[in-house]
């Protein structure tokens, strides 16, 4: 079985750009999460969509998006960049059969903000 | 509020011998805890998971994990660290992400495991 993939594996942008960044959950998993390792700062949390409809998100500025597709596979959208979002971004999938909280983890996708 | 405090930022052991790696959780609710691994430059890894069916916890790769409410403790452990060991390992902690989608990351313990 597939597990969570993401792309691109690495993006470079400059300060000003858009970024998006992309992940297909695990088959049957209905809920997306998002989250930001940035150096120094730990893994936060950002967003969470589930059935196409964003349930929650963290303590991020709007202009951290995204949506989730028919296919549950889902976008994160950042506009003006920052040099700051330079960070790993971590796609994770899980199902909610039974109200499971297991959520598993793609590879992450690098963004470099120049 | 839920936080989780890993003691220790890196810890090295030598081969074949114990890894002992210590987190700390605070949580209004019944927890689910969870260990990850991160090998460099790879996204995360379940390890294993608590969810109040058993105290001790068996996971992946002989490690293993005790919930001990007493010392809000949910220590990592395995009896002969392999090379391959070597490492980033988060405690995290949900309080009913199922509710809010949010896992609560301890900032990682670096394991070095020494030839």
């Known amino acids: 079985e597939a597990g969570v993939t993401q792309s691109p594996t690495h993006l470079i942008k400059t300060r000003g750009q858009q970024a998006t960044l992309r992940c297909s959950p695990i088959?049957?998993?209905?809920?997306v999460y998002w989250y930001q390792q940035a150096l120094g700062l730990g893994l936060q949390f950002l967003l969470w969509?589930?059935?196409?409809?964003?349930?929650n998100r963290g303590n991020f500025p709007p202009r951290f998006s995204g949506r989730q597709f028919p296919n549950y596979s889902s976008e994160l959208n950042v506009n003006a960049l920052e040099l700051e979002d330079s960070a790993l971004y971590l796609c994770?999938?899980?199902?909610?059969?039974?109200?499971?909280?297991?959520?598993?983890f793609g590879p992450g996708t690098r963004l470099t903000v120049l | 509020a839920q936080s989780v405090t890993q003691l220790d930022s890196h810890v090295s052991v030598s081969e074949g011998t114990p890894v002992l790696l210590r987190c700390n959780y605070s949580?209004?609710?019944?927890?689910?805890l969870f260990w990850y691994v991160q090998h460099p430059n790879k996204g995360l890894q379940l390890l294993l998971k608590?969810?109040?069916?058993?105290?001790l916890v068996k996971g992946i790769n002989g490690f293993e994990a005790e919930f001990k409410k007493s010392e809000t403790s949910f220590h990592l452990t395995k009896p002969s660290a392999h090379m391959s060991d070597a490492a980033e390992y988060f405690c995290?902690?949900?309080?009913?992400?199922?509710?809010?989608?949010?896992?609560?990351f301890g900032q990682g313990t670096t394991l070095q495991v020494k030839p």
């Open positions: 994770a999938s899980s199902s909610n059969i039974g109200l499971t909280d297991t959520q598993y």
């Open positions: 088959s049957g998993h209905t809920s």
């Open positions: 969509y589930d059935e196409g409809e964003e349930r």
């Open positions: 949580s209004s609710y019944s927890p689910s």
């Open positions: 608590y969810t109040s069916a058993a105290t």
């Open positions: 995290v902690v949900s309080e009913g992400s199922s509710n809010t989608g949010k896992l609560i």
